[in-house]
């Protein structure tokens, strides 16, 4: 190897060793630095930057960051490695160098795996270790026998030490993440025959799945396109239709967080702070049976979500009404926000004028019959049907009653603060059976509700109303049909809009989800 590329050498494949060492490591522990470093850089970048990376990848967004910041370890230290080949420096300054790297490096991974364990434990210190070898091995290959090494030698020398970090990726994936002790877990069943049957109850079907489909396919629009031999007639059921409601493991998850907080219910509590006269903090067992709890089947939306995207769904929520919680406070007449707090520090904000009319606004306990799963806010999530997701804090540890307006987290970065949702309505299946042609889809506005939806098949030249579904819950989507005699088969224009139920008809003006949500007509061409 020729002596002035030996240092980039090195500093690359030890940075490569490093990063995927860490990666390695984490099924021990959960998450690693390069987590922790990229939560970082989401939590201090401007407003703007954080709007383009969203509009720019969309769900993807932090998928690229994490592999943006391992390519950024790698570059800079190929960088720092070529620097190092050209500048004419002792050996003991070139010592100094590896040490001071050595110790930042390996206090980096130890912080990183001692945050995501939760403190010091033998996984912390098997994750610390496994993440420490690979760059050890080439660091130890570099000072050792940088003079005299050839090239084939070096690789495989660094070969051996990348095999003993896969052999510890190995063992940290057959160990596991470790199982959370104390108190009730994400996702363990509810006792519903004890809740009190009061609210807005919900039917337990999730709707029979079309299995007569031959020929199916995914269009450009995401529409499901199929053909089937079914004589039947078209119910709201057949292939892309959505369930009326869905299970917690087919419900969209977004949030700002990497990876999501870990709480013991053990020794946490729900804490109701500010403009309060008596302050109170709930026990986690005190809101799973509260006397108000009750099931509210909702939609939830997510605010950077394109017309006819994925980050929409419908479940059945358990949680107790927010205003009554915060009765037993007793609020003053100074309240003016209700400020939610999250484990991870985000927050929201919304008038307590709001709060204090509606028994639908919910501090969530369960979804589809069970515990929260840890990602969508265990122990406790607020809920507030027909805002967009961003408004229902996720890991809540406090509400506080602010006496003046409270800028929230994404207020700050330039999205709306009220974010009521925009009517919508999506295609999300075209069907051929025989002669007949099937387009079905979902529509949704809020607690405006829908009153109705078209549907053109010539690209908005004409209009035919739709079928629609009974709605199972005022706070959910209604599923809608139309089925068309079309024996011929060709082109198909399809494009539906919705009206809520104030008489409002859904605007066929485009416009990207930042700052309150996306809005326009969705469409979708088949041949069928």
């Not at 939590?43 to 990848?57: D, K, V, Y």
């Not at 829908?450 to 989507?477: K, R, Y």
Request: proline share 5%.
């Amino acid at each position: 190897m020729p002596q002035n590329t030996t240092g980039e050498f090195a500093w690359t494949a030890g940075a490569i060793a490093w990063v995927l060492a860490m990666v390695a490591a984490r099924p021990l522990v959960g998450s690693d630095p390069l987590l922790v470093i990229s939560q970082t850089v989401i939590e201090t970048a401007p407003g703007s930057l954080a709007t383009w990376a969203i509009e720019t990848f969309g769900v993807a967004a932090q998928t690229v960051l994490v592999a943006g910041v391992g390519v950024g370890i790698v570059i800079a230290a190929g960088i720092v490695g070529a620097i190092g080949d050209r500048v004419e420096v002792s050996r003991r300054q070139r010592s100094r160098v590896l040490r001071s790297t050595a110790v930042t490096a390996t206090i980096a991974t130890a912080g990183g795996f001692y945050l995501a364990a939760g403190g010091v434990s033998t996984r912390w210190l098997l994750a610390s270790g496994i993440a420490l070898t690979g760059p050890g091995m080439v660091w130890w290959i570099y000072t050792g026998t940088r003079a005299s090494i050839g090239r084939r030698r070096a690789l495989g020398r660094i070969g051996g030490g990348i095999s003993a970090v896969v052999a510890g990726g190995a063992v940290a994936r057959l160990i596991g993440q470790p199982v959370p002790k104390g108190g009730p877990q994400p996702g363990e069943p509810l006792e519903l025959e004890e809740k009190t049957e009061t609210g807005t109850t919900t039917p337990t079907t999730r709707g029979a799945r079309d299995e007569a489909a031959i020929e199916s396919r995914r269009s450009s629009e995401g529409v499901v396109v199929s053909l089937s031999n079914d004589e039947t007639d078209f119910a709201f059921d057949f292939a892309g239709m959505p369930p009326q409601s869905q299970s917690a493991a087919d419900h969209f998850v977004v949030d700002k967080n990497i990876s999501a907080p870990k709480v013991n219910t053990e020794n946490w509590a729900l804490a109701i702070r500010g403009a309060v006269d008596d302050e109170i903090d709930f026990a986690y067992e005190t809101l799973r049976k509260h006397p108000d709890r009750r099931e509210l089947t909702v939609t939830t939306l997510c605010i950077s979500n394109e017309v006819g995207g994925d980050l929409i769904g419908t479940t059945d929520w358990i949680g107790i009404p927010v205003r009554r919680l915060l009765a037993e406070a007793n609020v003053t007449d100074d309240a003016v926000d209700v400020v939610t707090h999250a484990r991870d520090g985000y927050s929201e904000a919304i008038p307590w004028s709001v709060v204090r009319d509606r028994d639908d606004i919910i501090l969530a306990v369960g979804m589809d019959g069970k515990a929260l799963p840890r990602a969508h806010g265990f122990p406790v999530r607020l809920l507030i049907p027909g805002r967009y997701g961003m408004k229902s804090t996720k890991w809540v540890t406090e509400i506080e009653l602010a006496d003046s307006d409270h800028t929230a987290y994404w207020d700050q970065r330039g999205w709306d603060e009220e974010a009521v949702v925009n009517t919508l309505s999506y295609i999300r299946a075209i069907q051929r059976r025989g002669d007949r042609v099937g387009i079905g889809g979902v529509a949704y506005a809020g607690t405006r509700g829908i009153e109705g939806v078209e549907v053109s098949l010539d690209g908005g030249e004409t209009w035919t109303d739709a079928d629609l579904e009974a709605p199972i819950s005022p706070h959910a989507w209604r599923r809608w049909q139309l089925v068309v005699d079309r024996p011929d088969a060709g082109p198909l224009d399809a494009v539906v809009r919705a009206t809520d139920g104030e008489g409002t008809r859904q605007t066929s003006q485009t416009a990207p989800p930042h700052p309150s949500g996306s809005a326009g007509w969705h469409s979708s061409s088949v041949s069928l």
